[in-house]
């Protein structure tokens, strides 16, 4: 398989819902992550398309995916809690050639973007990208633009969030996720400046399920391609209810209305 079939199988039609759980190696205890093995089979039960892990996470519960429509991608970006002014420093925690081996599909990493490490992060990005073309793997871009030193144009609808899928197409992923910026004015520029397929964040669960999918409908609305949402999905009372609702509004057209309605939400 090469990485142009292994792209049509993470992003159907370059469309995607993706659940990242590696929130349990930053921090931990983490609510919803504690039995990853009913999670795993919630989320595949679902008909995500892929979920984002640890290295070791994907090693101990790739076998949970083979026969179904979702895969696995190692995220190879780490960093705790613990690590004082340098938490947000994301270091790179392995080698794309591993990723086949333990049971991924494809790659992914992340910059803070205004961090006072940001040019290291931009440099291991990199590195794991040239890491995945030769490997013929897809990557994937998590970059944000929250850091202390952001320094907006003043111009910049977006506030910096345009350029950070932009950095993370320009250095080589094939996909990259992105944050709401509240409408769907300045969400359409985010979208517009980058031709990869971006999927939307979900941040801090909220518990207000409905007002998520309707977040999730105008983003869609506005130019994404699917979504990337990660503690909105696992830390929800009913997972895979939660997953099965976001399958029906990127792959189906369906509305939040619509979606919650059907999976009793």
Known sequence: MDKAERLRQLLPNQRGVWIPIDHGASDYPSPGLESLDVLISELVDAGVDAIVAQKGVVSAYAHLCEGTKTNMVVHYSVSTRHAGPDASNKVLVGHADETLVRGGMGVSSQVNMGSE???????????????????????????????????????????????????????????????????????????????????????????????????????????????????????????????KALVMMVHDGASAKEAAEAVGL
């Open 117 to 243: 490490n940001e040019a290291s992060m931009i440099e291991r990005m990199g590195e794991l990208n040239r890491q995945a073309l030769h490997a013929d793997l897809p990557s994937f871009g998590m970059v944000y633009a929250r850091g202390p030193h952001l320094n907006h144009q003043p111009s910049d609808i977006t506030r910096s969030q345009a350029h950070a899928v932009r950095l993370a197409f320009e250095l080589g992923c094939d996909a990259a996720k992105c944050v709401w910026t509240g409408d769907e004015a300045s969400f359409r520029a985010v979208a517009a400046s980058a031709p990869i397929p971006l999927l939307l964040a979900g941040g801090p669960a909220t518990g207000d399920t409905l007002e998520v999918l309707t977040t999730v409908e105008q983003a869609l609305h506005a130019g994404a391609s699917g979504v990337c949402m990660g503690r909105q999905v696992f830390a929800h009372a009913n997972p895979r209810a939660m997953a």
